[in-house]
């Protein structure tokens, strides 16, 4: 996931998954595609706009194995357009509804 301006791009060639925990299960999402938006940030809320997207993903929890289109993984961060953003310990923390994601730098 690349952040530039007030856009990001959320990218994978279907190589190397995304370790997530989901539930408190571990699980991988192997991304084969592409996500553009766009948001705006003002004090600690960010609002997202939906944007392009095309691919796939694979999602691995478990024994379960499921494809999902590009357009539903991008719905993942801020459904409803609205997230709460943080920075602690060189990670970008975004808590939405259902979930809070930890962005570290690589």
């Known amino acids: 996931m690349t952040f530039n301006d007030d856009s990001y791009l959320l990218r ?3 190589k190397e998954p995304i370790n ?13 595609g592409t996500i553009s938006r766009d948001y705006r940030v003002e004090g600690d809320k960010a ?7 095309r691919g796939s993903a694979t999602l691995n929890v478990g024994n379960e ?5 590009m357009a539903e ?3 993942v961060p801020a459904p409803d357009g609205q997230a709460t953003l943080a920075c602690a310990k060189n990670a970008l923390i975004v808590t939405l509804q259902d979930v809070r994601l930890e962005l570290g730098k690589v």
């Open 20 to 32: 997530l925990t989901l539930a408190g299960h571990n699980a991988r999402l192997l991304v084969d």
């Open 65 to 69: 194995k499921q494809s999902l289109p």
């Open 47 to 53: 609002n997202f706009t939906v944007g392009k997207s």
């Open 12 to 14: 994978g060639a279907g």
């Open 73 to 75: 993984v991008g719905n």
